[in-house]
């Protein structure tokens, strides 16, 4: 059972830790020009928070090289607090340095754009939880089993005894 509870806790923990280092750290509104530190390392990602449909327009300059914005392929969203952080781009740098990035949309509308790192960084972060979920408490399973082997067969050679000798 505390391998069960134990489990979970790792399980979730480690899912937590994932979305936390995804969501964006460094926000900033439309038309806003920001110096974001870059690292390729980290597999970084332009992310949209809007109550609406936008039409948005991205630009990075700066840095050691030319970086470049790639569009995210489906729906990637990741939800931090009350915010759902939709992942709309990333970011192809050549090298770590400090970039400036601007996203500007048409809509008059509530729009904060943020960098934070891609979905598919995370999912040691969440393979990693998945298999303690499992793990754990299977191995908490098996110690169970054999305790209950051993006790069984100390119980029986006992018997064993005490009817031999007495």
């Known amino acids: 059972m505390v391998c069960?509870?134990?489990?979970v806790f790792v399980f979730a923990g480690g899912i937590v830790?994932?979305?936390t280092d995804l969501a964006p750290t460094k926000t900033f509104a439309s038309g806003e020009t920001v110096t974001v530190p870059i690292d390729p390392a980290d597999k970084p990602a332009v992310y949209v928070a809007s109550d609406t449909r936008i039409n948005y327009q991205c630009e990075i300059t700066g840095?050691?090289?030319q970086a470049r914005l790639v569009k995210t392929t489906g729906s990637e969203t990741v939800t931090n607090g009350s915010t759902v952080w939709e992942q709309i781009l990333?970011?192809?740098a050549p090298a770590k340095g400090d970039y400036q990035l601007t996203c500007t949309n048409q809509?008059?509308?509530s729009v904060s754009y943020g960098v934070g790192r891609q979905l598919a960084s995370a999912a040691g972060g969440i393979a990693g939880g998945v298999a303690a979920l499992f793990l754990i408490p299977g191995a908490g399973l098996l110690v169970g089993i054999v305790a209950t082997v051993v006790v069984l067969v100390r119980r029986s050679g006992s018997r064993k005894?005490?009817?031999v000798s007495g």
């Open 107 to 109: 809509e008059e509308a």
């Open 161 to 163: 005894r005490l009817a």
């Open 17 to 19: 830790s994932s979305v």
């Open 63 to 65: 840095g050691p090289g």
């Open 4 to 7: 069960a509870v134990v489990g």
């Open 90 to 92: 990333v970011i192809n």
